[in-house]
């Protein structure tokens, strides 16, 4: 596939991602995120693993686990915290910090060379989600504080050792192992900390549905597969899709407005994205300007 296939296929992911708020407050209220988070990413990494029927060999055990703890286990767990704790604005302002995170690992870990262009993408695109979501009503708090920013550390991290941990496997059995690895870790600490089952009727289960097989197993493939293609850098920056998708669906579906200021931050991180992806692509040299490392 040529590259901008690839990025299209990749954006799907956050694109996706950011309908898991409308499908879990329309289709699962009240129900336990850890719960739900567990019964999304189990059953779709045990779904992967019976039709890619590869399991990861013994000397992989160890980095699948940890993967699985970053991208998924202690991602979630600090984003439901942090949901808790802080006005949905200000945990995903403080999780869009990610992007930044990734291209400073993916420096130190990779060699990758950090760029004026992707800092200057980042930012932007950072900036933009807070035009986009962060409303008068934010409000501090320490540990909701701490939880966004663990959450977008550890799925930063995850994010680069996905690309230095490249096993041999196709991704969609990557993904497999991880969101299985995820899925495990993530059962006992929703049975320590809220062990209560959604209640299932129709719209809970298409809900179920939507986040494990469309949010989980084939967002995850796309989203693993894109890291090995385009690399963190690239791929981190399409994460600021996720909120824009998240508000352009509440202003079509739920009728929510959608302010002058919000409508700039669109735009910005849409030029954010378009900068971040102009910067990390392959090609002349004159384009991506040095800033750390060379080009």
Excluded: C, H
Aim: aromatic share 8%.
């Amino acid at each position: 596939m040529s590259r901008p296939t690839d990025i299209a296929l990749t954006a799907l992911a956050p694109i996706v991602w950011g309908s898991s708020y409308f499908v879990s407050t329309e289709f699962l209220p009240g129900a336990p995120p850890l719960t739900v988070a567990a019964l999304r990413a189990l059953p779709a990494g045990l779904l992967l693993l019976a039709v890619t029927r590869q399991l990861p060999g013994r000397d992989w055990l160890g980095r699948v686990a940890v993967l699985g703890l970053l991208n998924f286990a202690l991602f979630w767990s600090a984003l439901f915290i942090a949901a808790y704790r802080l006005p949905g604005g200000v945990a995903a302002t403080l999780g869009a910090v990610q992007p930044l995170v990734v291209l400073l690992l993916a420096a130190l870990w990779l060699g990758t060379p950090l760029r004026l262009a992707s800092v200057l993408a980042a930012l932007a695109g950072l900036f933009g989600v807070g035009m986009l979501i962060l409303g008068p009503e934010a409000r501090l708090d320490p540990v909701g504080i701490s939880a966004a920013l663990l959450g977008a550390l550890s799925m930063a991290a995850g994010t680069v050792l996905s690309r230095r941990w490249q096993p041999p496997v196709p991704p969609l059995s990557f993904a497999a192992w991880q969101l299985t690895a995820g899925g495990v870790l993530l059962v006992p600490l929703a049975l320590v900390i809220d062990p209560r089952l959604p209640q299932m009727d129709a719209a809970a289960l298409g809900g179920l549905l939507w986040l494990g097989l469309v949010g989980g197993a084939l967002t995850y493939w796309a989203f693993f597969r894109g890291i090995a293609k385009l690399g963190p850098a690239a791929v981190a920056g399409l994460g600021f899709l996720s909120p824009l998708s998240a508000v352009v669906l509440g202003w079509a579906v739920l009728g929510q407005g959608l302010s002058p200021l919000q409508a700039a931050g669109a735009v910005l991180v849409l030029g954010s994205v378009w900068l971040g992806q102009k910067a990390a692509a392959p090609g002349p040299k004159k384009f991506r300007t040095k800033f750390l490392g060379r080009a």
